[in-house]
């Protein structure tokens, strides 16, 4: 039977694409699988996996024949709708109602993310300022302090001061208004004390402490203002108000779409169409990434939407017969989690296809600009953004804009 089973398979393959073996039949033929187990669990005696397995060779090769084939009718059939699952759940296909109710309902995830991000803007901001110009005036103060005479570390007060007021700079983010009353504490203990004071003096220890604290509080401003801006730049790669979609799915789509209209100033609807005329067939390993990256969301995609089949037909049905209340609980725990994951699972397989996305504009925009608008090779930037907008304005109803064509040479 397996011989047969792998000829057959062979066969059958030549028919379809490997896209379609992994982003249609495989999410099929997971849920498929899951809800054939569900059934032997909830009705052992009127179906069992085991007793199908344990019956004769040529009946069980006759079920496994109808069942694969069923199972490839059934993705076949359902492959065409799976752009339709994706719009579906970026929200672009949602009705008009639920697009907006969920949005609205993301309003304050935005403003606290808008709230954050401007906190963490005036901390950059507030450290950059202190390394641009405080640095040079701690360092300006302790050469003051090296040059008194006689060389003197004399002010234990102002050193200890600036030690406790260093000390209050606890972790990596912290108050803007202490570390500012900790610089200003420094330099006027850097202004009353040596920091080189030779070996044997007698306020040698008070010279040493200072200068560790010295060369501390400089590494803490530097620290702080990369981590802020460490965070700022993490903040800001998430989008911008414009890109709040109803989902996370539409969001991780919109951060692809916006790299086109921010870097060529182009829609990316009618940039990308005509990239896919300039781009070559599936060759080379950079056209089989992209064409994995997108069978990746299609996998993703219809495996979450199917899976939701598996709690919104067994829990209702099992709770009607109340045979299995095991499996009812188990159904109904296990499926938030599982969804979950494969929800987040669509989002970074939209991101990692964005990724592919992004390179495949870097590599073809010319290409999509030359041969097919057929728009002379632009020298900057700028100017091929000039072409983008006159042929954007070109393509409105009732305009007339001049578009000059550049015919390749006979």
Known sequence: MTSMFNSILTTVQGYFSRSFWFASFLPVALVAAVHLIVTSLAYPGRFAIKDWVTESLSQTASLTMVAFFGLIVFAYTVSPFTQMVRDLLDGSALPDWLHDLLRMDRETEWRAYAGKLESIKLMRNSFEQMENEKIDAIHTAADS??????????????????????????????????????????????????????DGHAEKANSVALEKAKAELIFKIQAVRLEAEYRFRRLTSRGHRIDLLPTSVGDARRNVERYSEDVYGVDFDYLWTRIQLVMPEREGAFMQGLGDAQSQVNFA?????????????????????????????????????????????????????????????????????????????????QAERALWEGLKLASQPLNTASVYYEHPKA
Do not use: C
């Open 145 to 198: 302090g090296n040059a008194l005479a006689p060389p003197s570390a004399g002010r234990k007060d102002l050193i200890d001061d600036a030690v406790s007021k260093l000390n209050a700079l606890s972790g990596l983010w912290p108050n803007v208004d202490k570390a500012q009353t900790a610089i200003d504490s420094m330099i006027e203990a850097l202004k009353k004390n040596a920091t080189d004071l030779p």
């Open 301 to 381: 995609a219809l495996t979450f939407v199917l899976a939701l089949s598996i709690p919104l037909v067994w829990l209702p049905l099992l709770a009607l017969e109340g045979n299995a209340p095991w499996l009812f609980l188990a159904i109904g725990l296990l499926s938030p989690p599982v969804l979950y994951f494969l929800y987040n699972l669509v989002v970074q397989s939209q991101l990692v296809f964005g990724e592919m996305v992004r390179a495949a504009i870097d590599m073809y925009h010319i290409d999509a600009l030359t041969k097919v608008m057929r728009q002379p090779k632009p020298a900057t930037l």
